[in-house]
């Protein structure tokens, strides 16, 4: 294995472990304080910008060490017809649904911290960020089964 497919495997697991993170912190560990009214408008939306802007860059950069990955790999066929590959497209799948259940989230939450509301847009929000949890939970099992799963998968 070459110095750079090393390099982009790690940057592609540091960075999905950084966006899963950011996820399940805003969903338990920010949206919480929201609902219940003990945050106030303004350190809530710079908290869900910062979300958005992790989550688009986490998703590019996702986006571009998981090509490369799939290039040095996979083949179209060891794509579409092996147990491992289906996991990869997968996550492509999941990859897709968590960039928009977070830009969803994230969106109705800062239209209601632009009205200076706080507790009605985490309602808005909640089922997003929480279904964008367990999106998130589900890529690193799909994760962890694409690099440990073995004869499992096949």
Known sequence: MSTIDVVVRMVHSITSAVWVGSV????????????????NASPSQAIVSRLRW????????????GGHLAGTLYTVDSLTG???????????????VLTGLVEVAGGKLDRGFDEQKVRSPAREAKPFLYAASVVAVLLLVDATLIVYGGGIVY
Request: one cysteine or more; charged letters at 5%; a positive charge.
């Open 82 to 96: 092996s147990g491992r590959g289906h996991l990869v497209l997968t996550m492509l799948a999941l990859w897709f």
């Open 54 to 65: 992790l989550s688009r860059g986490c998703s590019a950069l996702l986006f571009f060490t």
């Open 24 to 39: 399940l912190f805003v969903a338990f560990g920010v949206l919480p304080s929201a609902l219940d009214g003990s945050l």
